[in-house]
């Protein structure tokens, strides 16, 4: 389906270097932020203008992963099954690191 890729992106200027994630019509940019335990995820279209389409952060009181649109966007059944897979995927992640912590 979709896997982490660690290159940098190309076409995108310097605040978008590190991690990112390819899916069929959109991709995945992971921000982590010093201190933080959690990411920031900008989600953007696959165009010529890599638009942004939402972002993926976390949502303490549900502790997971969720998906925060931008205004105006629409979305079919691969693009919200990829990004479904990519918060719970995420959401795994986290989890996992909190019981090696403890």
């Given amino acids: 389906m ?3 890729v660690s290159a940098p992106l190309h076409n995108m200027g310097d605040p978008y270097r590190g991690q990112w994630v390819k899916g069929t019509y959109l991709f995945f940019v992971i921000h982590q932020h ?3 335990k959690t990411f920031t995820v900008d989600v953007r279209a ?3 203008r890599n638009d942004h389409l939402g972002t993926v952060k976390w949502h303490w009181p549900w502790r997971q992963y969720v998906f925060e649109p931008e205004g105006g966007t629409i979305y079919e059944k691969t693009c919200l099954r990829e990004i479904a897979y ?3 995927e995420l959401s795994k992640k986290q989890r996992q690191g909190w019981r090696q912590a403890k």
């Fill in 2 to 4: 979709i896997g982490i």
């Fill in 46 to 48: 696959k165009n010529e």
């Fill in 86 to 88: 990519f918060c719970e």
């Fill in 34 to 36: 010093e201190g933080k």
